[in-house]
T-cell receptor
């Protein structure tokens, strides 16, 4: 069974550009989460999808970040325009509907560098 | 607001030693506590999950404890091996299904 897959693994962009990160959850997982770890800080929650609906987006830092999950399958996280402080590792995680957090599986993350 | 602190930030031990990683939190209204492992360039792997009604969980050489009254959790690793080298993260979840992470302890087990 394939795990949570994230694309790209690394992205280097200039300040002001747009970047789109993609997450493919484990097949059949209704819950999808985005987290990020910026330099020197803890991993922070960004948002939670249940199927295609945003269940909780309280962690989204500002309106430069847009997450979508059309069709309830893969998700994208767009940063537009990117700023220097957006640099960090963006993690995606998924779990089955109704499952406990022990069933939460993380992807390897996307390392984003904004120059 | 839940704050999570992990001590030490880094730890280096010789192979075979038993070791303890510490995690403290400020809000006792937690639902679950999890310990994760992260290898370089990899995602997070859940090691142990303790529900708020439990005191500890064990898996192989790992034992995690939870003391809500003191706001502490420990991860005990017995007979450490070089393959245990990784960053260990503790995380709490409250009523919302989101995790609050500590900054992690980077463990190096020397052969």
């Amino acid at each position: 069974e394939a795990g949570v897959t994230q694309f790209p693994s690394h992205s280097v962009i200039e300040k002001g550009q747009t970047v789109t990160l993609r997450c493919d959850p484990i097949s059949g997982h209704d819950n999808l989460y985005w987290y990020r770890r910026v330099m020197g800080k803890e991993i922070k929650f960004l948002l939670h999808f249940v199927k295609e609906s945003k269940q909780d987006e309280s962690g989204m830092p500002n309106n430069r970040f847009l997450a979508e999950r059309t069709g309830g399958t893969y998700s994208t996280l767009k940063v537009q325009p990117a700023e220097l402080e957006d640099s960090g590792v963006y993690f995606c995680a998924s779990s089955p509907w109704g499952a406990g957090l022990e069933k939460l599986f993380f992807g390897s993350g996307t390392q984003l560098s904004v120059l | 607001k839940q704050e999570v602190t992990q001590i030490p930030a880094a730890l280096s031990v010789p192979e075979g030693e038993n070791l303890v990683l510490n995690c403290s939190f400020t809000d006792s209204a937690i639902y679950n506590l999890q310990w994760f492992r992260q290898d370089p360039g990899k995602g997070l792997t859940s090691l142990l999950l303790i529900q708020s009604s439990q005191r500890e969980q064990t898996s192989g050489r790992l034992n995690a404890s939870l003391d809500k009254s003191s706001g502490r959790s420990t991860l005990y690793i017995a007979a450490s091996q070089p393959g245990d080298s990784a960053t260990y993260l503790c995380a709490f979840s409250g009523s919302a299904r989101q995790l609050t992470f500590g900054s992690g302890t980077q463990l190096t087990v020397l052969p």
